[in-house]
T-cell receptor
Framework: QKEVEQNSGPLSVPEGAIASLNCTYS??????FFWYRQYSGKSPELIMS????GDKEDGRFTAQLNKASQYVSLLIRDSQPSDSATYLC???????????FGKGNQVVVIP | ETGVTQTPRHLVMGMTNKKSLKCEQH?????MYWYKQSAKKPLELMFV???????ENNSVPSRFSPECPNSSHLFLHLHTLQPEDSALYLC????????????FGQGTRLTVV
């Protein structure tokens, strides 16, 4: 089982809609979770971190964490063409002392 | 600009060459990392340095040799690479060696011919 799994395939959303990205992780002791945005040809950029169950909002981004279900998600409200990128989910486990990344989810916002 | 600078941005090298990648962070962080990003694969952690000491080496081939002379600089020395080593090599840093909020450099696009 992969440590961090993200939905396969690009996600196309119309401009102004909500983009929803999901991520599951296998290590029950994972304690810190991150979402990175990576534009084509660029490096990953940290956009959200979440450490406790529930929702965390930052501007148009909302991260949701459910440790019981080992599930973390990212919502992008009022999607803009500039949100078109690959979004990487990452989970850190103090037990393994490493940050594991998913393959990423490509989001395409259609004007 | 995240405060983590990598050079060169692009590198083409032959299989018999020796080259080095450089990373410098201006964030006052204590931990630095090397990652490899290949097409359609998750980011792979290669090396971790915390307070200038290597704390993890994820079974990386010996043709990759890291060096961390101080907490602001990190090198990746390359020799006798293979074409499958072609990838984007990313440097990252964080305040401590627990990866909390790691910030990435722009990466070095390496092509081995």
């Amino acid at each position: 089982q992969k440590e961090v799994e993200q939905n396969s395939g690009p996600l196309s959303v119309p401009e102004g809609a909500i983009a929803s990205l999901n991520c599951t992780y296998s290590d029950r002791v994972s304690q810190s979770f991150f979402w990175y945005r990576q534009y084509s040809g660029k490096s990953p950029e940290l956009i959200m971190s979440i450490y406790s169950n529930g929702d965390k909002e930052d501007g148009r981004f909302t991260a949701q964490l459910n440790k019981a279900s080992q599930y973390v998600s990212l919502l992008i409200r009022d999607s803009q063409p500039s949100d078109s990128a690959t979004y990487l989910c990452a989970a850190f486990s103090y037990g393994n002392n490493r940050l594991a990344f998913g393959k990423g989810n490509q989001v395409v916002v259609i004007p | 600009e995240t405060g983590v600078t990598q050079t060169p941005r692009h590198l083409v090298m032959g299989m018999t060459n020796k080259k080095s990648l450089k990373c410098e962070q201006h964030l006052g962080h204590n931990a630095m990392y090397w990652y490899k990003q290949s097409a359609k694969k998750p980011l792979e952690l290669m090396f971790v340095y915390s307070l200038e000491e290597r704390v993890e080496n994820n079974s990386v081939p010996s043709r990759f040799s890291p060096e961390c002379p101080n907490s602001s600089h990190l090198f990746l020395h390359l020799h006798t690479l293979q074409p499958e080593d072609s990838a984007l090599y990313l440097c990252a840093s964080s305040q401590d060696g627990d990866f909390t909020e790691a910030f990435f450099g722009q990466g070095t696009r390496l092509t081995v011919v």
